[in-house]
């Protein structure tokens, strides 16, 4: 009796456990002539599901029987994750065949070395601690002096934005000296022990301007901020070892003689120092974005269809602001898609790009002079500028297959 129960128990868990996990083919094609390393392959886990049949808890990515780094995020913080997000190098027009193991448990999560991080802080008003946070929302749209940094803040191991928490919603920059994680350690403002020990700084003074790469209201003529708004919420939706998220999102904007519901979420991938914004709206409308030209000395870009940049050097930010403030040299540039893309304008502190759509991606990146083994001259940072918008031209097709 006691043999046959042990029998049938073992039977049943081998259907459980073929239950809990299954395999999935996800193919990954490089379309393009051009090599391209750590390129971000975005599954939907609603595929994942469909073809594994499971309620999908954890994942294990395989890639020639080797497990490389993957996360799973739940972008509408109901829970269950969305997508499935992994990096991949691939050469000129490769295709190469991941083996994905899919779980309706935790069985499969391994913890990997964090390559990325988003963060944000609320202030306490009595004691002046900051506390994390990972949403801070106002219906006046104002938090600037409420949270440490101002807002939101995300990095790789090249490069750090924050995005202001106001009617300006600016995207600002922290440079690295050291391609490394910092901002945990300095909170975006690094004492001078730090930048003895070689940690990276606040670079850049925005004041009104499109900063880099900061989607803005146009009245025809001029720059408007997102305002006014009857709430604003920042949140950090995703902070882990492929790729971090945050995002800003204003409700009951009222531009154009329109009430728009915008949100923007910003990514960024390990091993890019680029960012990825996505922009959803309930309607349709005119925006703009740039980089600001507010530099003492400065040379553009302007002669790529959808894209500008700049590389330029001055005094970033006010002398009150940071004491060891002196001339910085910064690139900066955006590219955004032909189909949204309305034309090119300029004014006195930005280059700019007039969007007009719905619901988009558009891309931004930044270096600082004075990353070691980085860009020193315009004509490089230039140069990395045009082949970067090549590859976002041609991003890699993915397949997802059942084995």
């Given at each position: 009796?006691?043999?046959?129960?042990?029998?049938?128990?073992?039977?049943?868990?081998?259907?459980?456990?073929?239950?809990?996990?299954s395999?999935?083919?996800?193919t990954?094609?490089?379309?393009?002539?051009?090599?391209q390393?750590?390129?971000p392959?975005?599954?939907?886990v609603?595929k994942?599901s469909?073809?594994?049949?499971?309620?999908?808890?954890?994942?294990?990515?395989?890639?020639?029987?080797?497990?490389?780094a993957?996360?799973?995020?739940?972008?509408?913080?109901?829970g269950?994750?969305d997508?499935?997000?992994f990096?991949?190098?691939?050469?000129?027009?490769?295709?190469?065949?991941?083996?994905v193991?899919?779980?309706?448990?935790?069985?499969?999560?391994?913890?990997f070395?964090?390559?990325?991080?988003?963060?944000?802080?609320?202030?306490d008003p009595n004691?002046?601690?900051?506390?994390?946070?990972?949403?801070?929302?106002?219906?006046?749209g104002?938090?600037?002096?409420s949270l440490?940094?101002?807002?939101?803040?995300?990095?790789?191991?090249?490069?750090?934005y924050r995005?202001?928490?106001?009617e300006?919603?600016?995207?600002?920059l922290y440079?690295?000296?050291?391609?490394?994680?910092?901002?945990?350690?300095?909170?975006w403002y690094?004492?001078d022990?730090?930048?003895?020990?070689?940690y990276g700084?606040?670079?850049?003074?925005?004041?009104?301007?499109a900063?880099?790469g900061t989607?803005?209201?146009?009245?025809g003529?001029?720059v408007?901020h997102?305002?006014?708004?009857s709430?604003r919420?920042?949140?950090?939706?995703?902070?882990?070892?492929?790729?971090?998220?945050?995002?800003m999102?204003a409700?009951?904007?009222?531009?154009?003689?329109?009430?728009i519901?915008?949100?923007?979420?910003?990514?960024?991938?390990?091993?890019?120092?680029?960012?990825?914004?996505?922009?959803?709206?309930?309607?349709s409308?005119t925006l703009?974005?740039?980089?600001?030209?507010?530099f003492d000395?400065?040379?553009k870009?302007?002669?790529?269809?959808?894209v500008?940049a700049?590389?330029?050097t001055g005094?970033?930010?006010?002398?009150?602001?940071n004491?060891r403030?002196k001339?910085?040299t910064?690139?900066?540039a955006?590219?955004?898609?032909?189909?949204v893309?309305?034309?090119s304008?300029s004014?006195?502190?930005?280059?700019?790009?007039?969007?007009?759509?719905k619901?988009?991606?558009?891309?931004?990146?930044?270096?600082?002079?004075?990353?070691e083994?980085?860009?020193?001259?315009?004509?490089d940072f230039?140069?990395?500028?045009?082949?970067?918008n090549?590859?976002?031209q041609?991003?890699a097709?993915?397949?997802?297959?059942?084995?």
């Amino acid at each position: 009796m006691n043999r046959i129960y042990l029998i049938l128990l073992a039977v049943c868990l081998g259907v459980v456990s073929a239950q809990a996990a299954s395999v999935v083919r996800v193919t990954v094609e490089n379309i393009s002539s051009l090599a391209q390393n750590n390129v971000p392959v975005v599954v939907p886990v609603s595929k994942l599901s469909t073809k594994s049949g499971i309620k999908i808890v954890s994942a294990a990515v395989n890639v020639a029987s080797k497990q490389i780094a993957s996360q799973l995020d739940d972008l509408n913080r109901d829970g269950s994750a969305d997508e499935l997000v992994f990096l991949v190098n691939l050469k000129s027009k490769q295709k190469l065949t991941v083996s994905v193991k899919v779980a309706s448990d935790s069985s499969l999560y391994k913890k990997f070395p964090k390559k990325t991080h988003a963060q944000m802080w609320r202030k306490d008003p009595n004691t002046k601690a900051i506390i994390p946070t990972v949403e801070e929302s106002s219906p006046t749209g104002n938090l600037y002096r409420s949270l440490h940094h101002h807002g939101p803040a995300i990095e790789s191991e090249y490069m750090a934005y924050r995005l202001y928490f106001d009617e300006k919603q600016t995207v600002d920059l922290y440079g690295k000296k050291k391609h490394q994680l910092e901002l945990m350690d300095t909170k975006w403002y690094p004492t001078d022990q730090q930048i003895a020990e070689g940690y990276g700084d606040d670079i850049l003074w925005v004041k009104a301007t499109a900063g880099c790469g900061t989607i803005k209201g146009w009245d025809g003529k001029k720059v408007t901020h997102i305002s006014p708004v009857s709430n604003r919420t920042g949140r950090v939706i995703a902070s882990g070892p492929v790729r971090s998220i945050i995002e800003m999102e204003a409700d009951g904007w009222q531009y154009g003689g329109k009430t728009i519901d915008i949100k923007q979420r910003y990514i960024i991938y390990a091993g890019h120092r680029d960012m990825e914004v996505q922009v959803t709206q309930n309607k349709s409308t005119t925006l703009c974005t740039g980089v600001q030209t507010f530099f003492d000395t400065a040379e553009k870009m302007t002669d790529v269809t959808g894209v500008v940049a700049i590389w330029g050097t001055g005094l970033q930010y006010p002398v009150t602001d940071n004491v060891r403030a002196k001339p910085q040299t910064v690139g900066m540039a955006v590219s955004v898609p032909e189909s949204v893309l309305k034309q090119s304008v300029s004014d006195k502190d930005n280059l700019l790009l007039l969007l007009e759509g719905k619901n988009f991606t558009y891309h931004i990146t930044a270096a600082w002079e004075q990353e070691e083994g980085g860009f020193k001259q315009s004509k490089d940072f230039f140069d990395y500028v045009k082949k970067w918008n090549q590859q976002l031209q041609h991003p890699a097709k993915v397949s997802v297959l059942f084995y």
